[in-house]
């Protein structure tokens, strides 16, 4: 397991958002983490990441217990987050900021001014490549669509090097066709990188179509943890979500 969380408990004032959840992700999965609103999914991620402390119970990551430690040095044992906390500077290029990414993460020892142009450039044009935007790399950031900078957030997490990357909701506000592009990326990066991933995703056909594990949140229990097909058949699930289509 790269990642293992046990009994946690969030408790805010008298609500209990997230109630002795427990699980474990293995090393190379694709795995979402479903729920109604309000289920308690980003709390569980938040508490993953570091920006909240669970009330009991523990994380533990690569055999080493994280929850007492503060987000960044979580993130730099490994574990990344798209979307939330990515800042992209408009006014840069795409390829300056994959490759301001790049330093923030590796940087150390590296003189950002004199070498700034030079730096991490084969490192950045392969994440770009991957990630689609290769031929957007000399536009400014700013001047992106929503999915592209979409694409270019993604980059930049991947700059990170993570070796799991969690990803909450990376669809949402997404037309159709980009929403089938954020898809095949999210496989390709779990497919050719080996990349560990667990994303929170509203999205049923989404979720369905990428998973090979779903886990399910509701009111902050988790209800069930299984191979999609299973899932799919829970009676747990289904009175969950009834009403919606599973
Ligand atoms: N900082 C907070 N203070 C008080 N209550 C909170 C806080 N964060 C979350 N909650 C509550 O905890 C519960 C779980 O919230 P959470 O955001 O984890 O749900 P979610 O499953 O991510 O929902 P959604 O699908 O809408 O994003 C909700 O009832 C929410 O209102
Ligand atoms: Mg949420």
Sequence with gaps: MILEVEGL????????AVNEVSFGIQEGDLVALIGPNGAGKTTVFNMITGFLWPDRGKVVFRGEVINRMPPHQISRRGIGLAFQI????????VFQNVQVALFVSRGKGVNLFSLAPRVFKEEAREILSLIGLAEMSNLPAGALSQADKKRLEFAIALAGRPRFLLLDEPTSGQSAEETALTVDLIRRINQEQGLTILFVEHKMP????????ILVMHQGFLIANGEPEVVRRDEKVQKAYLGENV
């Design 86 to 93: 990515t800042k992209i500077f408009p006014r840069l290029t």
């Design 206 to 213: 989404v979720v369905f179509g990428i998973a090979r594990r």
């Design 9 to 16: 408990v969030k408790d805010f004032g008298a609500l209990r």
